[in-house]
């Protein structure tokens, strides 16, 4: 099995950045694809973007340019960087994984095995 926790979530004032961390533990392995995804209320649940275990990545349209996500494999953390917030950046957002090979599209929500317990992200205008 394999935990992951969020954290970093806040309230932010449209413009403010956070950082978000995604901290993977049990029975990790070194080649991974880990997501960010993001959920606002009454909504469905998107894809924010991704990195693997070679710093492959990734973003949605809606947040490239303004999120980076990077990772520091030895502590087994991810980071999602946001700047720029938006009020429509506000979502609960959630980090995923998978270790298995998989040559779909990196937004696919069945294609991750293990998921956070999601950080709120509320930006206000």
């Known amino acids: 099995q394999v935990q992951l926790v969020e954290s970093g979530g806040g309230l932010v004032q449209a413009g403010g950045s956070l950082r978000l961390s995604c901290v993977a533990s049990g029975r990790t392995s070194s080649t991974y694809t880990l997501a960010w995804f993001r959920q606002a209320v009454g909504k469905e649940r998107e894809f924010v973007g991704y990195?693997?275990?070679?710093?492959?990545?990734d973003y949605a349209d809606s947040v490239k340019g303004r999120f980076t996500i990077s990772g520091d494999n030895a502590k087994n953390t991810v980071f999602l960087q946001m700047n720029r917030l938006k009020p429509e950046d506000t979502a609960a957002y959630y980090c995923?994984?998978?270790?298995?090979?998989?040559?779909?599209?990196?937004?696919?929500?069945?294609?991750?095995?293990?998921w956070g317990q999601g950080t709120q992200v509320t930006v206000s205008s």
């Open positions: 995923a994984i998978r270790y298995r090979d998989y040559r779909g599209s990196p937004a696919m929500i069945d294609s991750y095995d293990y």
């Open positions: 990195i693997n275990w070679v710093g492959g990545t």
